[in-house]
């Protein structure tokens, strides 16, 4: 009777499959980016011109001047360099697991 209830146990999985996990770290180093550029370009801004007060005053002239559009203005190079980078690590973290189950037989 083991034997039947031991078969019928659906197996464990032993993680995402890698391109999931390549995928997902792609869209998340793509959230980085578009979370942290507009800060970004605010601190690049203010470290190269002598126009600006504060903070605040750098992020009203920007947007007086070009919307929010203007907040992601130069993204493209960013997003081009992250995304790739952050998939290759959320992919290595995921085939590191999957050694590391295999070798202690979890």
């Avoid at 996990?21 to 792609?26: A, D, R, T, V």
């Avoid at 942290?36 to 007060?53: A, I």
């Amino acid at each position: 009777m083991s034997d039947a209830s031991t078969e019928s146990k659906p197996k464990a999985s032993s993680g995402s499959s890698g391109v999931k996990s390549f995928l997902s770290g792609g869209f998340g180093g793509m959230c980085l980016v578009m979370a942290g550029h507009p800060l970004d370009l605010l601190k690049v801004r203010m470290q190269t011109s002598t126009e600006y007060k504060s903070t605040l005053d750098c992020f009203r002239k920007t947007l007086a001047e070009n919307g929010i559009r203007g907040m992601y203005r130069g993204m493209g190079a960013p997003l081009v360099g992250a995304t790739p980078v952050f998939a290759i690590c959320f992919w290595g973290y995921d085939q590191g697991q999957k050694i590391m189950r295999s070798v202690y037989n979890l």
